[in-house]
């Protein structure tokens, strides 16, 4: 009864603030009693309202009062403390249910401060005292409060265990180590964990590593997109000048012809007008002069019809109608024709160079380049929808299928002429330019070189300019019944592999990867070109008495 006296006299002299004994206590005028620098601080955050409340029972007061300290309270918490008594632990001290309680607490347990391994308890920190005080208990090993303390203890002998069992891999005690572990390779727990501790600061040390690599590769990644950010600024900068100049001398062009058309139009209108008008001066005079032509032909008396007659002027010499030259309605045409082919000629340009200016700005990137594809499924991800062009086909070549088909013949097609048009070896390219990452897949049967081309490629002349494979500017694999052979600048190379009517080709052109392979019921690499691509590509056909086909695979 006395304990519970002493407690509820130091709950009464407790600040309700910091939750600990009063200092310099002060009393306001409900009868609450704080510490003077807590309910000062208090106070502080109330100045702007001009309000000042009790943080108990939220009296208001104004002004804000003088604080005097209660010399009362002083002396008793003094006393207090010449006692050794404390005041009650605050709620947080207590223990909540995510907490390690102190096993040694009765009634409200406090939050544990350290376990023992030893006696496989948890104290909080006035129970705690003996482990330092006692000699016995100071070679106890304390760890940080621990929920598993149970799990130490062996489950078939109750007995805490201190040995690890390396065959087993699992910690045991003494008498497991003699019973059904006997002959084991077993060590002390301390033992195993050392080991076990060298290999983790190891581990560690390997991944802090990895973290300053990774690090070192962020601050790199980081300077690699400001520069790629300031390059592209300077980039798109740089172009929109060009552009803006482009724009104007286009704009000053079209301005010139205007000019010119719209003086030369003023001076043949002026012209055509100065003609109209001696053109109506010479009809106004004819007028009058038939007139007067018809005055004297309606005279009765012939007398006064010969006197008059004389005194006629003259009619002035006519303009001739041959003199006035009619064009049939094209006096300017030729003008827009000329513009027009100043268009198409731009468009060729544009249209030529503007796959180059695509390309180099796709080849930029700074990370690494993806791997290749696995599995079919992964390939026809890539997969692009090709056709061959027309205006490159040799004139043996038949196309069809939209096309998608070409086939060998001893007719000659009739195709118009055009520069782009192979004219020696029976040949075709794609219509589609090839950049970035591409797959397709060619079926045939009989004999055909499957091959990629820039365009500029010669369309005439010997196998050595213009043959798939026989120049720097091809790349070609011969399939035929009797195998494959890969040709690259009129060098063979000796492919193995499955045979089979269809060959897939995989294009990577940033990473200047080129693959071709066999196409059954598996996918079969026949070979692999690592090399730099400087033009976009084009797929091509070589066919010898034999037909191929693009074929769809979307």
């Not at 207090?80 to 632990?89: I, T, Y």
């Not at 060298?198 to 040390?205: A, N, S």
């Not at 900068?237 to 060009?242: A, G």
């Not at 690499?525 to 074929?551: D, I, K």
Request: one cysteine or more; glycine letters at 4%.
């Amino acid at each position: 009864m006395a304990q519970n006296e002493i407690q509820l006299d130091q709950e009464t002299i407790s600040c309700s603030i910091c939750l600990d004994l009063l200092k310099d206590p002060v009393t306001v005028s409900c009868g609450h009693s704080y510490c003077m620098k807590c309910l000062q601080s208090h106070w502080d955050t109330e100045d702007e309202k001009k309000l000042y409340s009790c943080p108990q029972c939220r009296q208001i007061f104004t002004p804000r009062p003088v604080l005097q300290k209660n010399t009362v309270l002083a002396v008793l918490v003094e006393e207090l403390k010449k006692s050794g008594l404390q005041a009650a632990p605050a709620d947080h001290c207590y223990a909540g249910a995510e907490d390690v309680a102190c096993d040694f607490c009765s009634g409200r347990k406090l939050k544990a401060q350290k376990s023992c391994l030893q006696c496989l308890a948890s104290y909080c920190q006035n129970h705690l005292q003996p482990h330092f005080q006692a000699a016995p208990l100071k070679k106890h090993k304390l760890v940080e409060p621990s929920k598993k303390l149970q799990e130490n203890v062996c489950s078939r002998h109750d007995e805490v265990m201190k040995i690890f069992c390396r065959t087993d891999q699992q910690s045991i005690c003494y008498l497991c180590s003699v019973d059904e572990h006997k002959g084991h390779d077993t060590v002390s727990a301390s033992a195993e964990r050392a080991e076990r501790q060298r290999e983790l600061v190891v581990g560690r040390q390997n991944i802090q590593q990895r973290i300053q690599d990774r690090e070192k590769d962020v601050k790199l990644l980081q300077q690699e997109a400001k520069a790629i950010n300031r390059s592209a600024d300077k980039a798109v900068e740089d172009s929109q000048k060009i552009f803006t100049q482009l724009i104007r001398l286009m704009q000053k062009q079209r301005s010139d012809v205007t000019k010119q058309v719209r003086s030369q139009q003023k001076s043949q209108v002026s012209r055509v007008k100065e003609l109209e008008e001696k053109l109506r001066q010479e009809i106004a005079e004819l007028k009058r002069k038939d007139g007067e032509l018809q005055t004297l032909s309606q005279t009765q008396d012939h007398n006064q019809f010969l006197h008059d007659y004389p005194s006629l002027s003259a009619l002035n010499q006519p303009t001739r109608s041959s003199s006035i030259h009619i064009c049939p309605l094209r006096y300017f045409e030729d003008v827009s024709a000329a513009v027009s082919a100043v268009r198409d000629k731009l468009q060729d340009v544009l249209t030529e160079t503007w796959t180059n200016i695509s390309l180099t700005v796709t080849e930029v990137d700074v990370l690494l380049p993806q791997p290749e594809p696995k599995t079919r499924e992964e390939f026809i991800r890539y997969s692009c929808d090709i056709t061959l062009d027309p205006n490159t086909a040799h004139r043996n070549l038949l196309l069809s299928d939209g096309n998608r088909e070409v086939t060998r013949t001893s007719q000659q097609q009739s195709y118009p002429r055009h520069p782009d048009r192979f004219t020696g070896w029976s040949q075709v390219l794609s219509q589609e330019s090839l950049t970035g990452r591409c797959y397709w897949e060619v079926e045939r049967s009989g004999g055909v070189f499957v091959a990629v081309a820039y365009k500029n490629i010669s369309r005439k002349g010997d196998w050595r300019k213009c043959g798939f494979g026989f120049n720097d500017k091809s790349w070609a694999l011969d399939c035929h019944d009797g195998g494959y052979k890969f040709w690259y600048n009129n060098v063979q190379t000796r492919v193995s592999g499955p045979r089979s009517s269809r060959v897939g080709v995989y294009l990577d052109h940033r990473a200047g990867v080129l693959s071709f392979y066999s196409i059954s019921e598996t996918m079969t690499l026949l070979h692999r070109v690592h090399t730099t691509f400087t033009q976009p590509l084009h797929a091509g056909l070589y066919v010898y008495n034999s037909t191929a086909e693009m074929c769809k695979l979307k």
